[in-house]
């Protein structure tokens, strides 16, 4: 039996008498919050423009309040006040996201769990981790604590609510192009060790919830069990998790991280070379969970790089000669064997460590993403070579005669292939809301914006789009690179199966039927 931390149902009826009580004070939220004692910004003060900005400064929101709760009876009271007020709630984690981290709308309520950072282990491995946390925190806690390890993403700014919530991938190396050609700056944003153990979201064993109503449980595989299958792939549509229980892994020993620089001189002998590693990929006599790996094309090469949960020896003899067979020699390589936690460190692109307060970290973009299908392969007949290319002269850049004028990427994340955990969960992980099971690959294609001169966002959107639309339509897409330009029901129809959507709708009818926790895109739109 995992050992939680008891959550009584005295709680909820705490929360329930405190509605009581805030239901005679005054109209307005933030006389709410005051009287509930509940910290927040509001308008006006000096710490309220800061708080408010989001990371994608391209979609900016003014909200009616930022709700700084330090206990889950403040997050309760803070739910309650909106409700009260009829204001729209949006939770915030880390506030990295791509979207609506600020609400979607003028005059929401950001709930900020940045108080919320504790991360312990206790029993067979179990970690509890704060709503609050970064990723980089998570990784060096559970580590220095007892050498335990989760898939995840390695951005390690990213905040643990959104991102386990939603998926939680390792993914790729990234790095940032310009239309000319030369790659400005290269981002570690991943390690991969989701194919052996999954996604984040595959881990999650228990979650303590404060619902709209203000009640505040605990919801587990046997306890809350609708509450729970939905929190996994759309929580921010059914309530506010202040904290995790995730079942983590041994920390391997020692990883190999391995980067190959492939030169493509034209888009002939980059669809040839990307035929071969995709051939690659599904090649059960040499690909099995001990592999990961990612590929970020430019106009000249293919940036491939990877870890291998296993002996560099063996690597070197095995598994570098078949990726290399038929590639063009590579213009650089990198093979190094390291620890787990200095693996993550040599992929990420700052300090593992981030800040318990005051993360300021911004950027001006659009990105979506693309799930292709381990059924239909890009190589397949009805995928022409230039998508696998789109980074040369095409119609994607949708005005003649120029080139896009902003730094860009395109990252291609392997998730199935022979022995993947991603496409072959256990049972308990499949159990969920979270759809994206058969992909070979997760595709991202993403833009800063240029500036107005250059056509602004709406040649960011029209650029990204054309990426996409090279590779196709109909393909689902990803939780965590979702698309803000999406309608309710287009996001709806991508990212969630027609049964798995259905089932949402009735759990968020039934713990949330006024939509308190709302965004563009939320379930019920």
Known sequence: MIPFIPISFLLGCLSVSKAAQLAAAPSSLGDCLSRAKVPASLPGSSTFPKLAQ????????????????????????????????????????????????????????????????????????????????RLGNLATGIYNQGKRALPHGVCPGVGIGGHATHGGYSQIIRSLIQAAGKRMVTKPSLGYSSRAWGFTLDTIVGLDVVLANGTFVQATPTAYKDIFWALRGAADSIGIITRFYFQTQPAPTSIVNWVYEIPVANPKVAAAAFSHIQDFVLNASIIDDKIGMGVTPSPSSFHVSGTYRGDEAVFRAKIAPEFLRTLPAPSSTKIKTFSWIDSLADMWSSPLPQPLSGYDAHDNFYAKSILVPESSPLTSMSRPPPLITPLAPTPTNRIPGTRYPNLWFSELNLLGGPSSRVNNPSPAAADSAFSARNALWVVQHYSTVPSTADGGPKRAIEFVNGLNDALGKGYGGYLNYVDP????????????????YERLVRIKNAVDPEGVFWNPQAVGT
Do not use: W
Request: aromatic content about 8%; glycine content about 12%.
């Open 54 to 133: 989001p990371f994608n400064l391209r979609l900016q929101y003014l909200p009616a309040a930022v709700a700084l709760p330090t206990t889950t009876q403040e997050v309760s009271d803070a739910v309650l006040c909106a409700a009260r007020s009829k204001v729209k709630v949006q939770a915030k984690s880390g506030g990295h996201s791509a979207s609506f981290s600020s609400g979607g709308q003028n005059g929401s309520m950001v709930i900020s769990l940045e108080a919320f950072q504790n991360i312990s282990l206790f029993g067979p491995g179990i970690a509890q981790v704060g709503g609050g946390v």
């Open 485 to 500: 330009e999406l309608s309710a029901s287009q996001a709806h129809g991508i990212y969630y199966s027609r049964d798995v």
